[in-house]
């Protein structure tokens, strides 16, 4: 059994819908599922509910579907580094709930869990508790943050096997493996996908993510952006 798709488009067919919510792995534009995000452009669904760390940059990750009018509502942390994310969000015009990183990232994770909710001290007397329950345990106040199940999970894995199972590399493993088990659906773009006759499959000790979240996944090689190139000045010779 294989789960692997030919194309992103492929690998999401049958899964887009207008108005549904999409969880995206990545930070920054580290670990983003660049593949998977352009299909999701040009399959032309709009009103989504983006839930991610950040919204990419202008012209790269998530800021495609910003630019192309596609998303309504975004559950991130940060808004920096994508000037028209910024701008619609300052505007008024997408409604954008910012969420304290550590407890997106535990939202994501107890949706995978199957846990509705949990309390948290970070946020309380803050806009962020507005609305929101608190309690009072031990002499300290905290909020009850609800899990965030999404309808579709996008990720970007290092490694994969034929079964669907992931392996991350270093800091591209970010928000991934918190998104891809909080959908019923979850599809990923691999940089390398073993073959099951010559590689066998990931060593059970090395898989981070289980094929068992895994609906799809899709070998993508291409380049990935460099989000702040920074390099030295090339030293000038000096003959001796």
Same mark, same amino acid.
């Given at each position: ?10 690998? %999401? !067919?049958?899964? &887009? =819908?207008? /108005? ?10 580290? @670990? #983003? ?70 407890? %997106? !990232?535990?939202? &994501? =994770?107890? /949706? ?10 970070? @946020? #309380? ?116």
């Amino acid at each position: 059994m294989t789960r692997t798709a030919p194309s992103a488009a492929d690998a %999401l !067919a049958g899964h &887009l =819908r207008d /108005g549904m919510t999409i969880a995206v792995g990545g930070f920054g534009l580290c @670990g #983003v599922p660049y593949a998977l995000i352009d299909a999701v452009r040009d399959s032309g669904v709009r009103d989504l509910t983006v839930v991610s760390n950040n919204m990419g940059v202008d012209g790269a990750g998530l800021g495609v579907l910003l630019e192309n009018d596609q998303v309504a509502r975004v559950l991130a942390s940060y808004v920096g580094e994508n000037k028209r994310f910024a701008s619609l969000y300052l505007d008024g015009t997408l409604d954008v709930e910012l969420v304290p990183q550590g407890t %997106l !990232a535990e939202r &994501l =994770r107890a /949706g995978g869990a199957g846990i509705p909710a949990f309390y948290t001290p970070t @946020g #309380v007397g803050t806009p962020v508790a507005d609305g929101k329950p608190t309690t009072e345990i031990d002499g300290r106040t905290y909020l009850l943050e609800r899990a965030i199940r999404a309808d579709l999970a996008l990720v970007h894995a290092h490694t994969g096997d034929a079964a669907g199972n992931l392996r991350y590399r270093l800091t591209a493993r970010n928000f991934n493996p918190v998104v891809a088990t909080a959908a019923p659906v979850t599809v990923a773009e691999v940089e390398h996908l073993l073959d099951p006759r010559a590689d066998g499959y990931l060593d059970p000790d090395d898989v981070v993510t289980p094929g068992v979240f895994v609906t799809a996944l899709v070998v993508t090689d291409r380049d990935r952006p460099i989000e702040k190139r920074t390099v030295r000045a090339r030293a000038v010779a000096v003959d001796a």
